[in-house]
């Protein structure tokens, strides 16, 4: 009866509410498309690329809890906390829990092999334990070969080429975190490596 009286008064008939219901659907499935295309055009506008399979795949399999995986482009860099990898990094003795995490990264460069990497080591602000004091130089130095301990592995026991891999060593200036609490050392003591296309320059580390 109310629908009489607004028809005879000239308003339009309300939808019913399967209809509304898909209305707003499809104006939800709007937003959201825009809202992608908004982020792709900014990724597109500030040179990052948003096909990048090697980090997709990387981002899936590698563990979060230990293994950060972040794309810059066509360009994919992994950083891993040097406890997840080493059980004493001084020694550069391999943890088994860690096994899983250079299997993974091996696979993912014997699948591009037309890809260069860039390993690069970091620490903290702490002084070497006294024991090592005469093995490394300085923490800059034992970065750098935590490095190459992890290259080495990579093409030895994976048969990856070793002329795919630079080396450095940024010892505790590139900190991720604050080294005034020891948790913020141990996130710096790390290893970071950058896997980019072959016909493109060695990544700046920083």
């Known amino acids: ?12 008939k309300p939808p019913d509410d399967g209809l509304a219901q ?35 795949e990387l981002k899936k399999v590698l563990p979060p809890d230990h293994v950060d995986v ?16 080493f059980g004493d990094p001084y020694k550069m003795s391999w943890r088994d829990e860690g096994n899983p995490t250079v299997s993974l990264l091996a696979t993912a460069l014997q699948l591009n092999g037309d890809t260069q990497v860039l390993v690069v080591g970091h620490s903290s602000d702490r002084e070497i334990p006294r024991g090592y004091q005469k093995v490394y130089e300085s923490n800059t130095d034992w970065s750098a070969r935590m490095a190459l301990a992890l290259a080495n592995r990579l093409s030895k026991e994976f048969e990856l ?7 450095a ?15 913020g050392r141990d996130r710096n003591q790390r290893l970071e490596i950058w896997i980019y296309p072959a016909d493109a320059p060695v990544p700046d580390p920083g």
């Open 70 to 85: 972040e794309r810059e482009g066509a360009v994919t860099r992994l950083v891993i906390s040097a406890s997840h990898l």
């Open 22 to 56: 898909q209305l707003n659907l499809e104006v939800l499935a709007l937003q959201e498309h825009l809202r992608q295309s908004q982020a792709e055009l900014q990724l597109c506008q500030s040179g990052q690329q948003t096909d990048n399979p090697l980090y997709t």
């Open 1 to 12: 009866m109310t629908w009489l009286w607004l028809t005879w008064l000239g308003c339009p």
């Open 169 to 183: 060593g940024r010892g505790p200036y590139s900190p991720r975190d604050s080294n005034d609490v020891e948790t």
């Open 161 to 167: 080429d070793p002329a795919r891999f630079t080396i």
